[in-house]
């Protein structure tokens, strides 16, 4: 019979060797924790704002212990993205600054959403560790705040802007936002659009939490409600009887294997008569062969589904699931995160 399989090697070929040794492997793990704390700390913004930090004003300002803060600046040092003065204790821009700047988010993301999964990789990856009741993820432990978070930096920084190019004009839309998250998307178009109203629904109550007091904060709460729900389980309601546009950011796996994820999406039109479109952004399965070249957050985004034993489709799966349903997906537009589109979707018997 012959052999068909892919060996996954790293291609030592093309590199002359080894890809990275213990030490730079050690290193770097060390150092993606210390961003993801720099970035929750404040550190991180404060370095992009003021060009420099003094550790110790710093932490007296924020109450923090000045010989943790010190090493967390060394791992950052090790990998270039700050500069620290050993005399004055004053830390400053590295080269790497602004590429780590930029994707500060997916950092947050994997080690303060997910360190759980990561510190438990092992035990989580037995048969014994799957939950009978595949509707139930909460054996992966995860922190829903900091996924918010994170996903809000990632998205301000990558999708806001083909986002809403996507969606508008929306001057006097009812807009329902499935898998919210902060809600940061919500009221960023409800700001820029005064007769917008939206209902913000997530899963997890340290979600809705952070919603509930970014839409305060933002002073939109009479336009904007968040509701703590299942989109999987949701039933009709009055208040999502005036919804005209739907839209999803990075949730809609969560809804798969494919023949849930269709009931789900036939189910909307139920819940949600008057809709007229729905965007729905996502991250699909990449495929790819592991090296050098795998950009950031893919192989930690599949790697931690996977965990979760969460399918995630490959784009073609997301089309040949569209096909079949009673959505038809008129247009796709790439935005800044690998692997990730914004599916444009009409219910097929919408007149537009
Ligand atoms: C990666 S976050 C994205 C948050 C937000 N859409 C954004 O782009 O900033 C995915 C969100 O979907 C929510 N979620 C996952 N499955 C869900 C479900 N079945 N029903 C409602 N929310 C869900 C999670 O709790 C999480 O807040």
Known sequence: MQNTATVIAYGREENGGLALSSSEIFNTTITGAAIAAAVDLGLMDELES????????????????IGCIVQIV????????????????????????????????????????????LQHLAALSQNASTPADMDDRSFVKRDGRMVSAAAKQYGARYVDREFLAAIEPCKNEMIADLGCGSAARLIEIATRNPGVEGIGIDIDQNAIGLAQEMVRSAGVDDRIQVVCADIRKLEPEERFAPVTVLMSSFMGHDLWPKDRCLQVLENLQTCFPAVKRFLLCDTYRSDLIPSKQVPIFTLGFELLHAVMRQQVPTRSQWMELFAESSWECVSTRPIGIPYSVIFELRPRTATV
């Open 50 to 65: 003021s060009g420099e930090v003094s550790i110790p004003a710093f932490c007296r300002a924020h109450d923090l212990d």
């Open 74 to 117: 060394r791992a950052l040092t090790s990998c270039d993205i700050a500069n620290l003065d050993t005399d004055t204790n004053i830390v400053q821009p590295g080269r790497s600054f602004q590429q780590v700047y930029a994707d500060k988010g997916y950092f947050l993301w994997l080690v303060g959403g997910y360190g759980y999964a």
